[in-house]
């Protein structure tokens, strides 16, 4: 009893006052650890002497702000690592500009003497996959014949002139005897499964214009012939 009658009495409240020592701090709207413990020292100055608080509970609201604060330090720290790791992940993202990676399209852009590289999924063996490349304004402008494929990943090379098939150089003629002009091409890739002709999903590459962060901290590829792409989406990085 003795030690609550001391932390009542008015001379030393006054000597301990935070009011005197918060004057000159910015006001906020929040219930800082300053205005927090004014209240509970107006709450003992006013506290009935003949009814006065229980220590427990006095110890228990400094342990329920102690750990309000704590969350809230928590909280400030989880949001500084996250736009620390949000950072680090646009710098390491913009070194992929200028390079090539495989992403899910039917299209993309084919450069001045440059090379697309096509990926497909071919689920059964098949006695023929059957390659449609369209110019931008949807006229056809080269046919590709590959044969009998087995069941896996095919892929496939083409500049314009030549394809390839997995690394090897196939008979197929272009009927463009100078080739295409760099434009942007869409892929139709076909098979016949189970008797139905049946078009594969396709990942072409393209190269990375720039990097960007969405609102959400994620990271936009933009891609030339493509457009802006999820980096989650990419399939692979091509040297």
């Not at 697309?116 to 080269?142: K, M």
């Given at each position: 009893?003795?030690?609550?009658?001391?932390?009542?009495s008015?001379?030393?409240?006054?000597?301990?006052?935070?009011?005197?020592?918060?004057?000159?701090?910015?006001?906020?709207?929040?219930?800082?650890?300053?205005?927090?413990?004014?209240?509970?020292?107006t709450?003992?100055?006013?506290?009935?002497?003949?009814?006065?608080?229980e220590?427990?509970?006095?110890i228990?609201?400094?342990?329920?702000f102690?750990?309000?604060?704590?969350?809230?330090?928590?909280n400030?720290?989880?949001?500084?690592?996250?736009?620390?790791?949000?950072?680090?992940?646009?710098?390491?993202?913009?070194?992929?500009?200028?390079?090539?990676?495989?992403?899910?399209?039917?299209?993309?852009?084919?450069?001045?003497?440059?090379?697309?590289?096509?990926s497909?999924?071919?689920?059964n063996?098949?006695?023929?996959v059957?390659?449609n490349?369209?110019?931008?304004?949807?006229?056809?402008?080269?046919?590709?014949?590959?044969?009998p494929?087995?069941?896996?990943?095919?892929?496939?090379?083409w500049?314009?002139m030549?394809?390839?098939?997995?690394?090897?150089?196939?008979?197929?003629?272009?009927s463009h005897?100078?080739?295409?002009?760099?434009?942007?091409?869409?892929?139709?890739?076909?098979?016949n499964?189970?008797?139905?002709?049946?078009?594969?999903?396709?990942?072409?590459?393209?190269?990375?214009n720039?990097?960007?962060?969405?609102?959400?901290?994620?990271?936009?590829?933009?891609?030339?012939?493509?457009?802006a792409?999820?980096?989650?989406?990419?399939k692979q990085?091509?040297?």
């Amino acid at each position: 009893m003795s030690e609550v009658n001391a932390l009542g009495s008015n001379s030393l409240l006054s000597e301990l006052s935070i009011a005197k020592k918060a004057e000159n701090e910015p006001k906020s709207n929040e219930l800082g650890q300053s205005a927090f413990l004014e209240l509970m020292i107006t709450q003992l100055e006013n506290q009935d002497p003949l009814s006065p608080q229980e220590n427990s509970e006095f110890i228990a609201q400094l342990a329920q702000f102690s750990s309000v604060e704590s969350l809230d330090k928590l909280n400030n720290n989880f949001d500084s690592f996250t736009n620390n790791f949000v950072a680090n992940q646009a710098l390491q993202a913009s070194t992929l500009v200028g390079r090539s990676v495989t992403v899910p399209s039917d299209q993309t852009l084919l450069e001045a003497e440059g090379v697309i590289t096509a990926s497909v999924d071919v689920p059964n063996s098949t006695s023929d996959v059957s390659v449609n490349i369209y110019a931008e304004n949807g006229t056809l402008v080269d046919q590709i014949s590959l044969g009998p494929q087995p069941a896996g990943e095919l892929v496939l090379r083409w500049d314009g002139m030549n394809a390839e098939v997995n690394g090897e150089l196939t008979d197929w003629q272009s009927s463009h005897d100078d080739g295409v002009n760099a434009g942007v091409y869409r892929f139709e890739i076909t098979t016949n499964l189970d008797g139905e002709p049946t078009e594969l999903d396709t990942a072409l590459s393209a190269n990375v214009n720039s990097v960007t962060v969405s609102a959400n901290g994620g990271l936009i590829l933009n891609l030339a012939g493509i457009g802006a792409v999820d980096l989650a989406t990419v399939k692979q990085f091509n040297e």
